[in-house]
């Protein structure tokens, strides 16, 4: 299959430009008469229904926004649709064996470059999703990346990505001898030293977490590490690798106790009971603060803020968040139907509400949705705004495919880190056997 680098300075699509996207309001004034010129129109297969398989909701709101246009889009088409919810971790054996047996949802959901895992078995969504950034003012090149990656053909819609950012307790890092957030990794190590020795450590997921098991991307990529190169050639076993993973060892050291098991979920709840100072999360848990009944839980969420990562050193950011998309099973019965649902629930009238419904778990995949205004309504939600503008593929620095898709899946970043740093292996025999495994995939 032909492939295409990952190339950030190419981030939109279409014919709209950045600087007409920069130049559009907030509220009514984002979806210009220009914006709304444009057209695409289907006629649905006769007797229509769909079948959707998504992820479950780690936000309230997104579900209920979701179903909600879910609902007015059968209502103005009469297309029954069925919703299941599925963990990040079911979805993609689920979305395999679908795609491999030939029968399942018409429509699934699921995560970072699922899509280049079976391109063969997925509708072409070309001519959609060419509608779709021409009206929106152009896809970020991340989604460009993950579901265009011979650059010609759409294989997947881009979603958007759950932003992997720092969630922190402001009181106790200030108390600890910080009044903000680090911004380079030294003082990040010194940060997690001193809320330890204050009895308020943090922790961050070491088990295999589709989501927040992501920061093992930004540690080695802070460092100069990365899986592959440019062509592809499998490099993980090397000296900026070994220095990521020493830093790691000291940073491990001031992790709460627990952590090499941590799934998704489980800094969720060590946050809001109280049990850690410092985390990578996307914004569910200000927002479970935010939003619950226990008056304590509730009251902690002025005291939430969210950073990015620090810069490590080599000199910028390495930001790696969970990136969404969204494929048509190509042995659906209704093609029409499912390119229908998606255009449907990508325009402005649902999209908006749905992401504002998300409460800023969901950053946007198109251009004119940065002017949304869920990222004005609450501060702390804009440093998620732009995860998917800013985020780099987990196939860094090579070309997106099979390969990058299958050692994504396989959690081989990952469980280096965990064996490293956890000192179950050495720097160097953890980096070995990443080599070893990340190699049965890219010699495919």
């Keep these: ?13 279409g014919t709209a430009s950045a600087a007409a996207v920069a130049g559009l309001g907030t509220g009514a004034a984002l979806w210009s008469p220009m914006v709304h010129a444009q057209a695409l129109t289907y006629k649905p297969e006769k007797g229509a229904a769909l079948r959707v398989l998504r992820w479950s909701r780690f936000v309230q709101g997104d579900i209920d926004a979701y179903m909600i246009n879910v609902k007015k889009f059968t209502e103005k088409t009469g297309i029954e649709v069925r919703v299941d919810n599925e963990g990040w ?20 959901l699921s995560t970072n470059d699922d899509a280049n895992l079976y391109p063969d078995k997925l509708l072409d969504l070309t001519d959609l999703a060419e509608y779709l950034g021409k009206k929106y003012g152009g896809w970020y090149a991340a989604g460009q990346a993950f579901n265009r990656p011979d650059g010609k053909k759409w294989i997947a819609l881009p979603l958007g990505a759950a932003g992997s950012m720092m969630v922190y307790r402001q009181s106790m890092v200030k108390a600890a001898g910080f009044d903000t ?28 977490a589709t ?67 410092v985390t990578n999360n996307g914004i569910s848990i200000y927002v479970a603060a935010k939003n ?6 509730k009251e902690m969420a002025a005291d939430i803020q969210h950073a990015s990562f620090p810069v490590g050193p080599v000199g910028v950011p390495t930001e790696s968040h969970l990136y969404f998309n969204q494929m048509v099973m ?28 998300a409460q800023g778990y969901v950053a946007p995949p198109l251009a004119a949705y940065a002017k949304s205004a869920i990222w004005t309504s609450d501060p702390k939600n804009e440093p998620y705004r732009d ?9 860094y620095a090579g070309r997106l495919g099979y390969a990058s898709a299958g050692a994504a899946a396989d959690f081989i970043m990952v469980n280096m880190v965990a064996e490293a740093i956890s000192g179950s292996k050495t720097p160097k025999e953890a980096m ?13």
């Design 1 to 13: 299959m032909n492939e295409t680098p990952f190339n950030r300075r190419k981030f939109l699509e």
């Design 89 to 108: 971790e079911d979805v993609r054996p689920k979305a395999a064996v679908a795609a491999n047996t030939g029968a399942g949802p018409d429509i699934i």
């Design 181 to 208: 957030f680090p911004k380079d990794t030294a003082t990040f190590l010194k940060m997690y030293q001193a809320l330890k020795e204050k009895g308020v450590p943090g922790g961050m997921a070491l088990g295999n």
């Design 211 to 277: 989501g927040d098991g992501l920061w093992c991307n930004w540690l080695v990529w802070a460092f100069g590490g990365k899986l592959v190169d440019t062509n592809n050639k499998v490099v993980i076993d090397s000296a900026e690798t070994g220095k990521a993973l020493e830093y790691g060892k000291e940073l491990y050291a001031n992790f709460i106790p627990g952590t090499l098991s941590w799934l998704d979920p489980n800094n969720n709840k060590a946050f809001l009971d109280g049990q850690i100072s």
């Design 292 to 297: 619950n009944a226990d008056p304590k839980i």
């Design 330 to 357: 190509k042995y659906t019965k209704h093609p029409i139907a499912a390119k229908m649902f998606l255009q449907f629930m990508m325009e402005q009238e649902q999209f908006d509400p749905w992401l504002t419904g």
């Design 387 to 395: 995860a998917v503008k800013n985020l780099r593929p987990a196939g």
């Design 432 to 444: 070995e056997r990443a080599q070893k495994r990340a190699e049965r995939y890219y010699r495919v």
